[in-house]
């Protein structure tokens, strides 16, 4: 993945990002080439070198057989921007957007012991009351047997935020704006609703970003003045 640098994602953001992981992509490669299914997953930050995503898979996808080198993709937020977000004229339509590229192992689990803790690790990362208890031996066997535990055993980690981060702050401002009165408006509109994750992105780390650059400017630009100074 084309991470530039403005873009890219601190350590402290990808272990963020990682903690509220949800679902996402599990790419492998195999016999017919590549293959991709969109999975649930429940992170253990604390194993191995850079942790583990553990999720399951119909028995009868016969992807959890490509065990070894694989890669799970992360969605974050994602919303188109229109030029008339901008503060200024001149601009052209784009897209926002958050992703992470988790690289590693697949490791397939038949065993029902770890199935089953996993399934329970799975569901207790969720809101609800739920757990396997109450299926009741039979059934949860049954679904057991239906399914293969799959663990990406992470070797690393690169994550992306395209979130407007190289646009002027006043610019970024503008954005979030635009997209709150968006996202507020009861009515139909032309363009997708867009999302509250990506306005409380531009309003925290991209347009601290943003300013942090543009006081970086300001100080260089004072050093070269005559009599200039820093400090």
Partial sequence: MYVPDHFA?????????????GAGDLITSGPGGLDATFLPWSYAPDEGA???LRTHVARINTQWREQGPAMVILHGPD???????????????TWNYITMHVRGTLI???????IIDS??????????????????????AAMVAAIVGVEL?????????????????SDIDALADSLATRRSRDEESQYPRPSAETIEYLR????????????????AR????PGGSVG
């Avoid at 994602?9 to 992981?21: K, T």
């Avoid at 004072?222 to 003045?225: I, K, L, S, V, W």
């Fill in 79 to 93: 919303d188109y921007i229109d030029p008339s977000d901008h503060e200024g004229p001149g601009q052209v339509p």
């Fill in 204 to 219: 925290g780390p991209s347009r601290d970003h943003a300013l942090a650059r543009e006081q970086a400017v300001e100080r």
């Fill in 222 to 225: 004072a050093t070269r003045r």
């Fill in 119 to 140: 399934l329970d690790e799975l569901v207790g990362a969720q809101p609800t009351g739920w757990s396997t208890d109450e299926m009741g031996p039979e059934r949860l």
């Fill in 9 to 21: 994602f601190g350590a402290g953001e990808l272990g963020a990002l990682l903690h509220r992981v």
């Fill in 153 to 169: 055993r992470i070797t690393s980690i690169t994550g992306k935020a395209k979130m407007s981060q190289n646009r002027p702050s």
């Fill in 50 to 52: 850079c942790g583990v």
């Fill in 108 to 114: 397939a689990h038949e065993e029902p012991e770890w």
